[in-house]
């Protein structure tokens, strides 16, 4: 089970730190990977972390804005937000599975957190 936390509503230029607490089983084999569904639009690559956590990979909308980590330790996954803007709220849904910018390779998914941004 992934459990996404760290959502909510902010103005245009802070940072929001979101997590992916990860329970029920160890997801250190999986690549884990954040998406995110803005109303009315298909769900969208956001970043990944490969296993190990040696690689990372981000949609060029984050790139420089964006960083994704994990604590295996903690079984968490995280996604660091910093200089928001409007377009990126959205809802974000933390993924395991194949390390890849394609949806279907992932096979567990948390329920979301909602990230509001207004300017």
């Known amino acids: 089970q992934l459990q996404a936390s760290g959502g909510g509503s902010v103005q245009a230029g802070v940072s929001l730190r979101l997590s992916c607490a990860a329970s029920?089983?160890?997801?250190?084999?999986?690549?884990m990977a954040w998406f995110r569904q803005a109303p009315g639009k298909e769900r969208g690559f956001v970043a990944a972390?490969?296993?190990?956590?040696?690689?990372?990979f981000y949609a060029d909308s984050v790139k420089g804005r964006f960083t994704i980590s994990a604590d295996n330790a903690k079984n968490t996954v995280y996604l660091q937000m910093n200089s928001l803007k409007p377009e990126d709220t959205a809802v974000y849904y933390c993924?395991?599975?194949?390390?890849?910018?394609?949806?279907?390779?992932?096979?567990?998914w948390g329920q979301g957190t909602q990230v509001t941004v207004s300017s």
């Open positions: 972390i490969r296993r190990g956590g040696y690689r990372t």
């Open positions: 993924a395991a599975g194949s390390y890849s910018t394609y949806i279907g390779t992932y096979r567990y």
């Open positions: 029920g089983r160890t997801f250190s084999s999986y690549s």
